[in-house]
């Protein structure tokens, strides 16, 4: 644990992006990577107390988060969940970088539908090969029977 709001060493606040984070940490592991540029994010567990979806014009579905208990914050080395997270660290001469994953946010979009787009042409693909094989059955039995058709 790198820090509590108990304990005062981790604030959370809402701003006006979203949920405002600030630890003062003391772990030489987390200070190295900061240092190295390697924390790539936040990520926050919550249960959802009260929550809305909306379907947007872009046929994605949005989720509005009205009221949550938050459990827990971790700060990571890996891409997390939610990637529109930032990520600052300061230092006592006030060296400081911000790392914002807005390009990522819109890059999992693409990848979304493209894949959701993929997978619309794989269900198309499997439903013509259907039709043409009961169509090629449709043939060889009109072949069996001469030729002729009677539609019933």
């Given at each position: 644990?790198l820090?509590?709001t108990?304990?005062?060493?981790?604030?959370?606040?809402?701003?006006?992006?979203g949920?405002?984070?600030?630890?003062?940490?003391?772990?030489?592991?987390v200070?190295?990577?900061?240092?190295?540029?390697?924390?790539?994010?936040?990520?926050?567990g919550?249960?959802?107390?009260?929550?809305?979806?909306k379907d947007?014009?872009?046929?994605?579905?949005?989720?509005?988060?009205?009221?949550?208990?938050?459990s827990?914050?971790?700060?990571?080395s890996?891409?997390?969940?939610?990637?529109a997270?930032?990520?600052?660290?300061?230092?006592?001469?006030?060296?400081a970088f911000?790392?914002r994953?807005?390009?990522?946010?819109?890059?999992?979009?693409?990848?979304t539908?493209?894949q959701e787009?993929?997978e619309?042409?794989?269900e198309?693909?499997?439903?013509?090969?259907?039709?043409?094989?009961?169509?090629?059955?449709?043939?060889?039995f009109?072949?069996m029977?001469?030729?002729?058709?009677?539609?019933?």
């Amino acid at each position: 644990i790198l820090g509590s709001t108990e304990t005062g060493e981790l604030q959370l606040r809402e701003d006006n992006i979203g949920l405002f984070a600030s630890c003062d940490v003391a772990d030489p592991e987390v200070i190295e990577k900061a240092n190295k540029g390697e924390l790539r994010g936040w990520s926050f567990g919550f249960y959802s107390c009260a929550d809305e979806w909306k379907d947007a014009d872009d046929g994605m579905q949005h989720r509005y988060l009205k009221d949550i208990d938050m459990s827990e914050v971790s700060i990571l080395s890996v891409t997390p969940a939610y990637i529109a997270t930032s990520i600052e660290q300061r230092s006592d001469q006030e060296k400081a970088f911000e790392r914002r994953s807005y390009e990522d946010e819109s890059q999992v979009v693409k990848e979304t539908a493209k894949q959701e787009k993929k997978e619309k042409n794989d269900e198309d693909e499997e439903e013509k090969r259907a039709l043409i094989s009961r169509y090629k059955h449709e043939v060889e039995f009109l072949k069996m029977k001469g030729g002729q058709y009677n539609e019933k």
